[in-house]
């Protein structure tokens, strides 16, 4: 019924497994001998974190936070808003943040600044989709599963006006469904 509204698969079922297996061995090796502290943004993140961290061979901890910036439209807005705040303490934490997404770069740039704030030893960044051609602020996450081009995507976490998140695929949603 959803695959009605998707022009063309970007990121399919396999490719979505392998880039998760990939970043996972890359993380277990970059983290060892600490204990990460691993941080969802929220919603996107769920489906992506959920099947990275099969991967990820450490003692880690995870976290969620929700953030929001969208609000129901096609292109993200500078109000930044914390739905859900962290509950521990992040002080001297090295912290990954699992993202579905890098757009503009503006959430990220709130997040990490905010972490920091808060005491935290490190901060980076592992996100399935980075979309370079969006960026407003200049930010670079350290793992990134693919790069899109410029398009909307939705699927596997990303919405559209909170629908198509669970589509098990990342795919470019027909315009006609935005501009109705
Ligand atoms: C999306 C995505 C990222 C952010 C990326 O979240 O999950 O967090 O936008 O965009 P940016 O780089 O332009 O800031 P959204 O605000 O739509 O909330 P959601 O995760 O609940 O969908």
Do not use: W
Request: hydrophobic share 40%; glycine share 8%; net charge negative.
């Amino acid at each position: 019924m959803l695959e009605k509204d998707i022009e063309r698969v970007l990121v399919s079922e396999s490719e979505i497994d392998a880039i998760c297996k990939r970043l996972g061995a890359q993380i277990t090796k970059d983290y060892a001998g600490q204990k990460p502290l691993i941080v969802g943004l929220l919603k996107g993140c769920m489906p992506f974190m959920a099947e990275l961290i099969k991967h990820i061979d450490l003692y880690c901890e995870i976290e969620l936070m929700g953030v929001s910036s969208y609000h129901g439209g096609i292109s993200s807005s500078a109000d930044i808003r914390i739905t859900k705040d962290l509950e521990i303490t992040v002080k001297d934490r090295h912290i990954l943040i699992a993202e579905d997404i890098v757009d503009t770069g503006k959430t990220l740039d709130v997040i990490v600044k905010l972490l920091y704030h808060r005491g935290a030893a490190s901060v980076d960044v592992v996100t399935l989709l980075d979309k370079p051609a969006g960026r407003v602020l200049e930010f670079v996450p350290k793992y990134i599963g693919t790069v899109i081009p410029k398009e909307f995507v939705v699927g596997f976490g990303l919405d559209y006006d909170e629908m198509y998140r669970n589509l098990p695929y990342v795919g470019v949603l027909k315009p006609e469904v935005y501009k109705k």
